[in-house]
C-alpha cells in the first residue's frame, strides 16, 4: 500500500480532464456521489470534520462542502496535480478545507468521518484494508461513520461478467469501443483490485464495525460502509 499511485496518469489523462473522462468510464458517477453525500447528511455535526481519502480533483469534498454548509474537508491526496485542481474546486469554500498531500496509511486525524470515492481500490490486499479500515475506526468520533463509493466484483463468474460487460457497454455509448475498453480494463487490472462487496463487508466487521452495509449499488458502482 506504500506504492504512491498517481490517477492521473493511471488513466492516461491529465489531472484537469479527469473530471470529464471519469464519466465516460464510470456509469452513475453522480448518483455515486450523492449517495455519499446524503449518508453524511444529518450524520455529521456542525463544525464536524470529514476526512476525504485519495480526494482527486475534489469532486466529492466540493459536492459535501456544498450540500452541508457547516461541515469541514480536509482533502487526501498522494498526487500534488489532483490536489491543485481540488484546490480551484474548492476555492469558493475558503476556510472550510485543508489540503494534505499524503498516503493512505499515513495518520488520520480525529473526524466525524472518512470517504472515499474510487480510491480505496489502489489498497491492494486484504491485510492492508483491513488494516486502513481499522485505522479510519480508531480516527472517528464516537457514533462517527465510514462511507466508499468504488467499484466492487467478483474475481470470477457470471456475475462478474454481467458486470463487466455492462461497464464496457456504457464506455461504448461514450465513445470508447469494445476493444478499447477491455484494453482500459486490463491496464487498470495492473495495479486496482476490485474485491467483493461481502469482502469489504467482512473487512469492515474484522476492523471492529459493528454493523458494516451496502447503501446503493448498480453494477460495479458501489456505496457501503459503517458507523463507528
Not at 93 to 112: I, M, S, T, V
Not at 121 to 132: C, N, Q, S
Not at 208 to 213: C, H, S
Request: some cysteine; aromatic content about 8%.
Amino acid at each position: 500500500m506504500s506504492v504512491e499511485h498517481r490517477v492521473a496518469g493511471h488513466l492516461g489523462v491529465a489531472a484537469d480532464d479527469y473530471d470529464r473522462t471519469i464519466r465516460t468510464f464510470i456509469p452513475n458517477y453522480e448518483t455515486m456521489l450523492a449517495t455519499i453525500v446524503h449518508w453524511l447528511d444529518g450524520n455529521v455535526p456542525p463544525s464536524g470534520l470529514v476526512v476525504d481519502l485519495g480526494a482527486g480533483t475534489g469532486a466529492l469534498s466540493a459536492a459535501i462542502l456544498d450540500a452541508l454548509p457547516d461541515v469541514r474537508v480536509e482533502l487526501v491526496d498522494i498526487d500534488p496535480n489532483m490536489l491543485d485542481v481540488a484546490a480551484t474546486r474548492c476555492s469558493a469554500h475558503a476556510g472550510r478545507y485543508e489540503l494534505r498531500h499524503a498516503r493512505f496509511e499515513d495518520p488520520l486525524p480525529n473526524c466525524h468521518a472518512v470517504v472515499a470515492s474510487l480510491a480505496l481500490h489502489h489498497v491492494t490486499t486484504h491485510d492492508a484494508k483491513r488494516e486502513l479500515y481499522r485505522a479510519i475506526r480508531g480516527a472517528l468520533e464516537p457514533s462517527g461513520l465510514v462511507v466508499v463509493g468504488d467499484a466492487l466484483v467478483h474475481p470470477d463468474g457470471p456475475e462478474r461478467r454481467r458486470m463487466v460487460d455492462d461497464l464496457y457497454a456504457h464506455m461504448e455509448r461514450n465513445g470508447i469501443s469494445r476493444a478499447e475498453a477491455e484494453a482500459h480494463f486490463t491496464q487498470w487490472g495492473d495495479e486496482d483490485v476490485y474485491m467483493s462487496l461481502p469482502d469489504e463487508l467482512a473487512l469492515m466487521a474484522d476492523a471492529g464495525f459493528p454493523r458494516p452495509d451496502c447503501f446503493w449499488r448498480d453494477g460495479l458502482l458501489a456505496v457501503y460502509g459503517a458507523f463507528n
